[in-house]
């Protein structure tokens, strides 16, 4: 089945500095690519995707870029701010059956942006 | 997007007992899922509610200890049965409309076990 890799685990950057997260997966067959923010207390949020007929994709502060030869996609936060620090998840799909897919998750980054 | 409510937010038990989560969501969706979050760890799939059938579990999960119900489009319920401390964890719902469509999550149930 799929296994997707996160890096790295934790993350400190100052204000203002760019951020990278990274992750591999394994099962060619994904083709959705989703990163989500979790806050304390709350559930994770996407904030971003993208599919696997895509390179990269752009919300403001925020890219993905996918590799798909390489299996591998990763994050990019810009001009980062302290309300980014988080706990970052990527997360590929494996299909589950013609009704829909399931989401295979990374362990996780915790971002820290300090001030 | 959607607006997932899950209930309670947060419960602590005794070991030995039964608490079922609910997952209200605003709109039908097509795909309801069940994950489970340890303490500090990343999201592991339980299992997929379908409508109106048995859901679907992942290895690791059985249907006895993680009874699921969904009755229609917008509603699921997860039971964590006979509990113990190892059950201490974050439930959560999340919601989809079918393959390669995003998947939200609600704020989850934190479940602690005495």
């Known amino acids: 089945g799929e296994n997707v890799e996160q890096h790295p685990s934790t993350l400190s950057v100052q204000e203002g500095d760019s951020a990278v997260i990274k992750c591999t997966y394994s099962?060619?067959?994904?083709?959705?690519f989703p990163w989500y923010k979790q806050e304390l207390g709350k559930g994770p949020q996407l904030i971003i995707d993208?599919?696997?007929?895509?390179g990269e994709k752009k919300d403001q502060r925020i890219a993905v870029t996918l590799n798909k030869t390489a299996k591998h996609f990763s994050l990019h936060i810009t001009e980062t701010q302290p309300e980014d620090s988080a706990v970052y998840f990527c997360a590929a799909t494996t299909p589950l059956n013609q009704a829909g897919t399931a989401l295979i998750f990374g362990k996780g980054t915790t971002l820290s942006v300090s001030s | 997007s959607a607006v997932i409510s899950q209930k309670p937010s947060r419960d602590i038990c005794q070991r030995g007992t039964s608490l079922t989560i609910q997952c209200q969501v605003d709109?039908?969706?097509?795909?309801m899922f069940w994950y489970r979050q340890q303490p500090g760890q990343s999201l592991t799939l339980i299992a997929t509610a379908n409508q109106g059938s048995e859901a679907t579990y992942e290895s690791g999960f059985v249907i006895d200890k993680f009874p699921i119900s969904r009755p229609n489009l917008t509603f699921s319920t997860l039971t964590v049965s006979n509990m113990s401390p190892e059950d201490s964890s974050i439930y959560l719902c999340?919601?989809?409309?079918?393959?390669?469509?995003?998947?939200?999550f609600g704020d989850g149930t934190r479940l602690s076990i005495l």
């Open positions: 709109s039908q969706v097509t795909m």
């Open positions: 099962d060619s067959a994904s083709n959705y």
């Open positions: 999340s919601v989809g409309q079918g393959a390669g469509q995003p998947q939200h």
């Open positions: 993208i599919r696997s007929n895509v």
